[in-house]
């Protein structure tokens, strides 16, 4: 018996270190954005784009916790000491298993509510959310209880089979993440899965992001980025309905 123990122990061990390390090197990026008192609180993970973290996510974030999140980055590209990962230096499939680690933390922390974990994602970030979601086998082993998702790039990706809340932001002009590849995926999604889709037909991809004034050609994305204020702020007063709804409920 003690020998079937040890056995056991040794086997196990490898995955736990690897987890343990995984999540370390994550830890000292997340930029954790604490509201005011014990909590416990919702909490948020929000994962950038490949081009990482910008103004317009860091204002994002200091408004999250003014509505008493707990936020953290998922900051993938400085945990590996990456400016930028838009040429594929970081696999979607890295990223999901970044963000269970992110998730396996807030849920450790004392001051967060771990029922209450929600996830928002931008572009390659929330392609990352859907491989996250095409890897979870049950809605109880989910690593969140709701995601948003701005703009993914669902070309090529296969569809979830988890009934966990998604809402997706879409904009009708994009040509780095065409809409019409999300909308082919959703086809394929489980009927009667919690899902909201909103398409803001004159945004272009990034339209979220307020540091972007005018439209911006990116050679490396292979399209034109630029914010769209009318759709920005409707398609943030549709999240934080979103995430009121199936985080807070909880």
Request: hydrophobic content about 40%; proline content about 8%; aromatic content about 8%.
């Amino acid at each position: 018996n003690l020998l079937a123990a040890t056995l056991v122990l040794l086997v196990a061990l490898p995955g736990r270190l690897m987890e343990a390390t995984a999540q370390s090197k994550l830890e000292p990026y997340y930029q954790l954005l604490h509201p005011e008192g014990a909590g416990p609180f919702p909490a948020l993970m929000l994962v950038p784009s490949c081009s990482g973290i910008n103004p317009s996510r860091l204002s994002q974030a200091q408004e999250l916790k003014g509505h008493g999140y707990v936020v953290i980055f998922v900051d993938y590209l400085s945990a590996r000491g990456l400016e930028s990962a838009c040429r594929g230096e970081v696999p979607g499939r890295d990223v999901a298993r970044d963000i269970r680690d992110s998730a396996r933390y807030l849920k450790s922390q004392p001051f967060v509510n771990p029922s209450q974990i929600g996830v928002i994602g931008w572009s390659g970030g929330a392609g990352a959310i859907i491989a996250a979601l095409v890897g979870t086998q049950s809605i109880e082993a989910a690593p969140f209880r709701a995601a948003a998702l701005f703009y993914p790039g669902c070309r090529g990706r296969r569809p979830w089979k988890v009934s966990v809340p998604v809402i997706m932001l879409l904009g009708g002009l994009d040509d780095v993440a065409p809409a019409q590849y999300c909308k082919q995926l959703l086809k394929s999604v489980p009927q009667g899965s919690p899902l909201e889709v909103h398409l803001y037909p004159e945004a272009r991809h990034s339209f979220d992001r307020s540091d972007l004034r005018s439209l911006v050609q990116r050679p490396l994305l292979g399209g034109t980025v630029g914010y769209n204020e009318p759709a920005a702020t409707q398609a943030w007063e549709e999240v934080r309905k979103f995430l009121n709804t199936h985080l807070r409920s909880q």
